[in-house]
């Protein structure tokens, strides 16, 4: 049996030892590690932050100039430099605090820095069809690289007596929904109180109530002002059809620049009310000041700062205006933040009086025809609850409304068929003489009632309702994301089902050029067979024929990539034209051969 023995003093000291080298070589480890962070947070991120906080700086600075850049007080004449830029606080930015907005359409917040709405989201919009797609964000932080924001304040000779961008404004309520307006509030310490009424609707309209209250000795002298800035090169879809970037209408004159443009030279004007903003395909926000407002200035600009940062602004400076000691000015202005409904923008416009804000939808030049056919196609929708089925019965109707121009060309057409064994008897017959030919052939297509030109006669008016057409389903936010039936989930999207890969059932997605779609497929089908219940023209060349032949698949690859609402238009016309010229060309025929020709 082992003897036990009770550890003695010895022992005590050999544990004493080992436990301080367990707590050496884990003090080490701690003091390296301390050491490893502080370095890293000196020597990187410390001028990372510095560099950081030194653009915010400058893109500040760089904001507050180009709002007073070129303007003169009301003292111009003797103080041409009084106008300048607002006080910069040029310390670490601090926590401000921020007012939630909540509404049916929009979430998001509005800072207390500077009152700069720079959070918003649109609540019933997804960046995509995915299940998990995020909401649409379409304001964010001025700190970021690609920031977009907007506030309103007031210029003033004394930039002191006026809050600026960095100026920590206070609330009366901390979320701004429909039903409840927030007040903010700044005082300047000399007697001068500005506040910020700011209510929203449940669309996408806040409303704006800028109130200089001057309890001091002396008057003010203020310029309120709007400005919406956006960092970065924003993404363009790059086509001629839509217009993207900054637009406004000032005295009735609608003005459009490119991001390029402005890179080449900024743009000024002035006038009365107007509005003046950015626009993306689906989004907008609109800068309106009060309709009968002086606007001293608005201007669409761009510049680069040292750091590199890309700024595109737009913004708007109302007359000067005094306010004397113990009184009170006010100004009422709009900020649009939100989608380009047809029925909200023209809402707006009736209700508020915006001189051409429809316009802030690129109806393009055609919008005589385009806007019929939307409000037509929009109408239908409210019927069946679905705009695929509202495009097909739209071309029911335009058929109907074409059919005497169509009912000739067919007519024609089945003259010329019947016609086919005397073209070609003179055909041979001058063969060597085609001036002669040429004479035979006037003189029996007139005898023979057939109009050569007949066949192009119904594309003519097809070719402006396809164009309007693809111009509502490309710029409308109505037909985003709407589905028709089956595969078909997005009529704005091209079709995604292809053969390639069995319809999906291969985890394989071919390239674009190849990747044709079922509609586009069943387009140029019924685009073939619509070709041979045509008869062809006798003076056609061969080489000439040929080409014709291969339309239908030319014209499938490039509808491969259109939207399937348009490609769905074409496809069901043609099935419509073949069974509209099959009825007319066969009672043509019975009736000429009860004639006995």
Not at 1 to 17: A, D, H, N, S, Y
Not at 25 to 45: C, D
Not at 369 to 382: A, G, R
């Amino acid at each position: 049996m082992k003897k036990l023995t009770r550890p003695g003093k010895t022992g005590k000291t050999i544990r004493v030892f080992r436990l301080m080298g367990d707590n050496k070589n884990f003090i080490l480890f701690a003091v390296l590690s301390l050491a490893i962070l502080m370095g890293y947070q000196y020597f990187y991120m410390g001028p990372k932050l510095e560099e950081a906080q030194r653009a915010y700086e400058e893109q500040q600075a760089a904001e507050s100039s180009s709002l007073s850049e070129g303007l003169a007080t009301p003292e111009a004449a003797t103080q041409p430099e009084a106008a300048t830029a607002a006080p910069m606080d040029t310390a670490p930015a601090i926590e401000a605090g921020s007012v939630t907005v909540k509404t049916p359409e929009l979430t998001g917040s509005i800072s207390l820095r500077g009152v700069t709405f720079d959070d918003i989201l649109l609540n019933n919009y997804t960046t995509s069809m995915d299940k998990d797609a995020e909401m649409v964000r379409l304001l964010s932080s001025e700190r970021d690289p690609t920031g977009y924001y907007a506030r309103f304040g007031w210029l003033a000779a004394d930039k002191s007596t006026v809050p600026d961008e960095n100026a920590i404004w206070t609330a009366d309520r901390d979320t701004l929904t429909p039903d409840q307006p927030v007040t903010l509030a700044w005082d300047n310490g000399r007697g001068a109180r500005f506040l910020m009424k700011i209510s929203v609707d449940n669309q996408f309209m806040f409303t704006i109530s800028q109130s200089v209250i001057n309890s001091g000795e002396g008057a003010l002298q203020v310029a309120p002002y709007g400005q919406i800035t956006r960092r970065g090169d924003p993404e363009t879809a790059g086509l001629y059809i839509l217009h993207e970037g900054p637009l406004g209408v000032f005295d009735g004159i609608l003005t459009e620049k490119s991001y390029k443009d402005l890179k080449d030279e900024n743009f000024e004007t002035k006038g009365t009310g107007g509005w003046i903003g950015f626009t993306d395909k689906f989004w907008m926000t609109s800068l309106v000041p009060a309709n009968d407002a002086p606007i001293m200035r608005a201007r669409m600009e761009h510049n680069t700062t040292k750091a590199g940062q890309i700024n595109y602004r737009v913004n708007y400076i109302q007359d000067w205006q005094a306010v004397a000691p113990g009184a009170t000015d006010e100004t009422t202005n709009h900020f649009y933040a939100g989608a380009k409904i047809v029925k909200v923008i023209n809402g707006y416009e009736d209700r508020l009086g915006i001189v051409d804000f429809n316009k802030a939808i690129d109806w393009g030049w055609f919008h005589f025809l385009t806007k019929p056919i939307f409000h037509s196609l929009h109408w239908l929708f409210q019927l069946t609850g679905n705009y695929g089925v509202a495009i097909l019965l739209m071309t029911v109707i335009l058929k109907l409304l074409l059919f005497p121009l169509a009912n000739k060309s067919y007519v024609s057409m089945a003259h010329m068929r019947r016609a086919q064994p005397k073209i070609k008897a003179l055909q041979e017959r001058y063969k060597d003489d085609k001036a002669r030919m040429q004479q035979e052939m006037m003189a029996l297509y007139k005898s023979e009632k057939i109009n050569p030109m007949a066949g192009c006669l119904p594309m003519i008016p097809q070719m402006f309702v396809f164009f309007a057409l693809y111009k509502v389903l490309y710029v409308t936010i109505e037909m985003r994301h709407q589905p028709f039936f089956g595969w078909i989930t997005d009529l704005s999207a091209a079709d995604h089902l292809t053969p390639l890969n069995l319809f999906g059932l291969i985890p394989w997605t071919p390239p674009e050029v190849i990747a044709i779609g079922v509609l586009p497929i069943l387009m140029g089908i019924t685009m073939w067979l619509q070709q041979k219940l045509n008869p062809q023209s006798a003076s056609m060349d061969p080489a000439q024929a040929k080409v014709m032949g291969f339309l239908p698949i030319i014209f499938t690859f490039i509808m491969a990539r259109f939207s399937a609402g348009l490609v769905l238009y074409w496809t069901w016309n043609n099935l419509l034209s073949i069974l509209q010229q099959w009825v007319i060309m066969r009672r043509e025929d019975a009736r000429l051969a009860s004639e006995g020709k």
